[in-house]
Nanobody, 117 residues
Framework: QVQLVESGGGLVQAGGSLRLSCAAS????????LAWYRQAPGKQRELVAA???????NYADSVKGRFTISRDNAKNTVHLQMNSLKPEDTAVYYC???????????WGQGTQVTVSS
């Protein structure tokens, strides 16, 4: 049973930084693809950043140059470093694990990020 637990959300002023973490248990973490998504009120959930098992990354255009995704396979953790935050980054942020050749994706419960102007 895979469980993902996010942490690190909060309230920050525009221009500030936050670092989100997602700890996984019960999975073959090192071979999984990992991603961060976000969902703002009234909007669809969208991909923010992803990292594959080899460390390759991709980002939404809206966060390129400001956010960095990284993984620590020794600690079964994926991070999202968010710099130069904007009010439009306000959302609930979710991590997702896609196990290699797995049938299902796994989601965390989400963590709220609020950026004030």
């Amino acid at each position: 049973q895979v469980q993902l637990v996010e942490s690190g959300g909060g309230l920050v002023q525009a221009g500030g930084s936050l670092r989100l973490s997602c700890a996984a248990s019960g999975s073959t973490f090192s071979s999984s693809a990992l991603a961060w998504y976000r969902q703002a009120p009234g909007k669809q959930r969208e991909l923010v950043a992803a990292i594959n098992s080899g460390g390759g990354t991709n980002y939404a255009d809206s966060v390129k140059g400001r956010f960095t995704i990284s993984r620590d396979n020794a600690k079964n953790t994926v991070h999202l470093q968010m710099n130069s935050l904007k009010p439009e980054d306000t959302a609930v942020y979710y991590c997702k694990e896609s196990p290699y050749r797995g049938l299902y994706d796994y989601w965390g419960q989400g963590t709220q990020v609020t950026v004030s102007s």
